[in-house]
Each structure stands twice: as structure tokens, then as C-alpha cells.
């Protein structure tokens, strides 16, 4: 399984946009009380975990990616709470964790129910696990295009073939319940973008979503999924959809579960 | 222009068990000071002005309705605030408004900024419209089946054919400024069901949605839009999204302007 956003400089810019606009509707409701151990599971380069650690100052966490590169990006954030490390969630050492957070990981994963057993491993009994997802299939917008469409389709797509799921935001529910846990809690965050909310059309529209899409342009064309004209066409359109008569609307979904 | 959904027996339950289920997502944020009066454009059966009124008791409404069968029915809810009557937009004696409220009437019509026109102008200065719309392309569920989006797609296509636009709910903030209104702010209400939801599972899910969409079998084979056998596929698929892994999402659109 390969990362299918990869790891440049646009890249890590574009999740730091990503984590600035969404940081109240996604992680508004998140915050761990003093003293708990909080394991991070996928941090990346430690986007969400700006906004995770400095919305609960007084609980420890431990943020952990596979990839070296992202660790060494994370740690430059020096975050006094948060203990960055490198390792697999396969092989971790025997450890223990009030609370787990897992955000925009499973859909990068081949078996997502799977890769959540050793996070309820270590999950103490009554901890929780929070879920955060996005689902491609949200996306649609005003005005609609064909061309759009079918861009969008290639990032989920190479997603696929890469061993994940784009689509994965509308399965949080039984996914958290088959992993076996309990009171398990889902809400739908939906972004609505119009041109009364500047913000979002700048900040999630063009430099979050359409970025995103923007960022497999060579991959998809490469791979024959879609002509170059094509593409570029659709990304134009999603673009449009930033003017001021166009709409926009995508949804993450959050689940909670307990173990 | 003929209205997709018909006006039999069945349709009437339906909208009913509509109305039941979404109430608060919908109407939770609208109400009338005492004595405004209010025309409500496009009431059908009065299935919304139940709430609609009963919400601002101290309000009068005229609710009104180009189907004289419907506005028969609608007036054996005997609502005491509120004044049903056969009328068409386009024919209204000259009378004004203190707010105006159109709920699912917009996707019928073939040219929606037009049809605002005459509602502006019964409207006083500084009175609101207010206007609720759905959007069939914001219907995504799990497990996700092909079939069940094509039998989507022969309601979207019945609807377009019959001069409406199934997919207005994203339009509903550039319809409102196109229309001249100002300070337009536009909500979106998503419904987003799993098995721990088990009163949308059933009110919204089966009886609202499927049921919809069920209520085309005929005249979307009739015009060999689908088969029987791929139709009948598609309404299965979406009833299975009910079961306790299945999860649906569904949107609908608020907005609100000035005049």
C-alpha cells in the first residue's frame, strides 16, 4: 500500500489548509482530560495534531506514523504534550492508552477493520477510540460537471488501486461496530461552501478539495484513467464552483466507539 | 409541467411520514411573530403546514396550492390559523406578506428564478422568504449498489422531464440572490442514518426515500429508462442499506433571504 497524496512540500502545505478550515467542525467536540495518555494512530506530518494536542493541553500523546519523513516533518512542530515516534501499528510494543484518535488513516488501509484491533489492544477497558473520515462521495457542487465528476473519480480510483477507500466516511458506523466496539456514535460534519463564507471557498474548496484532486493529476493520466484535456477540464470546473454563484458541499464523518 | 410524485393515497402517507420524520431538521428554526401573515407557496397536501403552523400559533397563514384535489385534502386538517386556497402563483389578486415560505415547490418548476419573481412582490420590505429544497444527488448509502443509483437517476431524469430539477437543493443560494434577495444564508440539513438511528432507519430510510422512489417503478419503465429486473435490483439494494450494517445520507437545504 502506497500513500496516494504523497509526501511533498504542496502536499504538506495543502493538509496544513486542510486541518485550518475544518479545525472547529471536526475537532470542536474532541478533548481528553488532564493526565489522560491519548495514542494517535497515522499523524502524518501532524496536522491534526496541532489542533488534537493544543485543545487538550493537559493530556499526553503519543502520535505515530510508519513513515520516518512525516515523523521528522511532525517533530519540527516541537509540541510540548505530544511524544512524535516512528513505528507501525502491526508492532508496537506492549503499551496501554486511555483514549485512541484516528484521523483520515482508514482509508488509506486494506483490511480497516483489521488495522483496528490493535488499537482496541491497547485501548484500555472504557477508553475510547474516536474516527474521523472523509467520503469522496459527498463531494458534489453547483454548477454539477461531467468533467468534475470524472477527476474525482480518478483520485478514488488510485486510491483503489493503491489498497484504500475513498469512500470510507459512510462506513464508520460498522466499521467501529465490527471492530467490536461498544455505544459506538457516528455524526455526520458537512461542509456547505457559498459564496457568503469566503473562508471555506478559499480554504476548503479551492486549497483542500480541489488541491487534493489537482495533486493526481500526473498519476491519472499516466496510468490512462483519463486524457490530460479531460482533467484539466474537470479541475476547472470544480474551480468554478468557487465563483460566486457556485456551491459546494462534502462531508467527514466522526465516530465514536468504546472499548 | 405535471408533478412527478402523483396525488394518490399512498403519496399523501408518504409525505406525511416525510414531514413526520424531519421536523426538526427542517422546521426547527422557523417561526412567526403573533399576527405576521405568511403565504405559504405550493402547500400540496399541507404535510409541511402542519408544523408550519402549529410552530407559530399566533401567525395566519395562506397556504395555497394550483391543485384543487390537494387543497381538499389539505383542508380537512382543520388548522385554525391557517387559510387554504386554491390559487397559482402567477394569478395571485394583489396582495402583500409579512414572510413568505416555500418548501419543495421549487424543484417542480421548470424556471425557479421566475417563479420567485411573484413571490417578491407579495412580499413587504423587509420581509423573508424562506425555502427548503432536497437534492437527490446528495444521496449516498452502504452498502453502495449501482442499481440503486440508477433507479436514483430514473427519478432525477422522470423529474427532469417533467420540467423540474431534483438536484436544486445546491442551488438554492445563487436561485435566492438570482431572485433579488439579500442577505441570503443557506443551511445544509444533512439526515444521515445508521442502525443506532432506528426511528430515521425506518422513517426516512424505508418510508421516505425508498418509498420515493419506489413510487416511479411504473413510469420509469413504462419509459424504458430502466428494466423491471434492474429496477426492482436498485430498491432492494436500498432497503438493505436499512439492515444493521447499512448506513444512508440524504440532504436537504435551507435558505433564507430578505426582501
Known sequence: MSYVHGYDQRERERLHDQAGTLVELLHG???????ARVLEAGCGVGAQTVTLSARSPQARFTSIDVSAESIA???????????????????MPHETFDHVFVCFVLEHLEQPVQALAP?????????TITVIEGDHGSAYFHPDSAAANEAIQCQVALQRAAGGNSLIGRQVYPLLVAAGFGD????????????SRPRLVDGFTRKTFTAMIEGVREPAIERGLITAERFDEGVRALYRTAEDDGTFCYTFFKGVGIN
Open 29 to 35: 467536540d474532541t478533548s481528553y482530560p488532564a493526565g
Open 73 to 91: 516533518v511532525a517533530r519540527k512542530r516541537k509540541l510540548a504534550n505530544v511524544e512524535f515516534r516512528r513505528a507501525d501499528l502491526f508492532a
Open 119 to 127: 488499537l482496541k489492544a491497547m485501548l484500555k477497558p472504557g477508553g
Open 184 to 195: 459506538v456514535a457516528v455524526s455526520a460534519r458537512m461542509v456547505y461552501v457559498d459564496s
